[in-house]
């Protein structure tokens, strides 16, 4: 019998322990003590054409900046290998704009191979909006999965961009498993909404069989439209790792932008609701902490887990 799937209704009023404890065993008996380590690189920065209100990078955005085209492939490559030697498994080349251009995509193809070749490292992409043949050229080249987050939820979605729409994201992750190619898609939170808009965003990534679903949490950036949103609390950011973990139980839940700063001293609690994966080495147009620090922290998490009964 198809087990029952879970609603908000079923788990809204749960304390925040019972759900953390509830989530983290998930975690454990879906994937053991696993855990993924990936580094992106910022490969072209800034003029974007879209309005998103959190980002640094969009066309409403006063923010400072530093803006520049593609970087060019030794430059790739030399990040490629010191997110290697930092320990990430995967790289992702991320660029700015609505999607990214036939001349470009031919440009980031050629990257894929390269650094598959040249590095051994795999290789992720985050271009925007893209199409099947867009990403069967980038899978023939060697890359493993595509990265296009939610956001968040349907119907909040219009507060956070209308220059492109909710449906053209969800149609791009379709496409990205339609190609046979690994999805990781997310969203950011603190933006406004509320926890049920979360809990439904979480909702259309379990339709959507996503691999890995990365977690931003807003830190509000001088010069963007969100510049005095209030940062969220500890518990809200925990009770949405859990959310994620126990509608997605087979992905990677992965800490994103917004860890070390809303987190703080409370990091390794989102590993102990459910979260089981990181960004590390800094983020698009923030840094993070040093390598050598998250390391360190994950190794400490697998002993903890080891004794936990599930």
């Known amino acids: 019998m198809k087990q029952k799937e879970i609603t908000y209704e079923d788990i809204k009023n749960l304390p925040l322990w019972a759900l953390c404890n509830m989530a983290l065993k998930v975690k454990l008996r ?3 003590t696993k855990f993924g380590l990936c580094t992106i690189t910022n490969a072209k920065s800034g003029n974007c054409s879209e309005n998103c209100t959190f980002c640094a990078q969009s066309a409403i955005s006063r923010a400072r900046i530093e ?13 490629a290998r010191e ?3 930092n320990g990430a498994q995967r790289f992702s080349l991320v660029t700015s704009g609505k999607g990214p251009s036939e001349r470009l ?3 980031i193809a ?7 070749e040249k590095v051994g490292i795999k290789v992720c992409a985050s271009l925007g909006i893209i199409d099947k043949k867009g990403l069967k050229l980038l899978k023939e080249a060697g890359l493993t999965r595509y990265h296009h987050n939610l956001e968040t939820s349907e119907r909040y979605y219009p507060k956070v961009c209308t220059t492109h729409s909710f449906v053209e994201r969800v149609k791009t992750i379709e496409a990205i498993k339609e190609v046979g190619l690994e999805a990781c898609a997310g969203g950011i939170i603190g933006l ?3 926890e049920r808009d979360r809990f439904q965003m979480i909702e259309v990534l379990r339709g959507l069989l996503v691999e890995s679903s990365p977690l931003n949490i807003l830190v509000p950036i001088s010069g963007t439209p969100l510049e005095n949103q209030k940062i969220l609390s500890i518990s809200e950011v925990l009770r949405t790792i859990s959310f994620m973990r126990l509608l ?7 800490m994103a932008g917004g860890r070390e700063v809303v987190l703080g001293d409370f990091q390794t609690l989102a590993f102990m609701s459910g979260a089981d994966a990181m960004l590390i080495g800094g983020y698009l147009t923030t840094r993070g902490r040093l390598p050598s620090e998250d390391i360190k922290m994950v190794e400490e998490l697998k002993e903890i887990w080891k004794g936990v009964q599930v």
């Not at 050629?110 to 598959?116: A, D, G, K, L, N």
């Not at 997605?248 to 992965?254: S, Y």
Request: no cysteine.
């Open 110 to 116: 050629e990257y894929v191979h390269e650094i598959r």
């Open 105 to 107: 995509l031919e440009k």
């Open 30 to 32: 879906e994937r053991g």
């Open 248 to 254: 997605l139980p087979g992905a990677a839940i992965r």
């Open 83 to 85: 997110a290697k030697t």
């Open 67 to 79: 803006k520049y085209p593609l970087k060019p492939l030794d430059r790739i490559l030399k990040e």
């Open 192 to 194: 406004g909404e509320d």
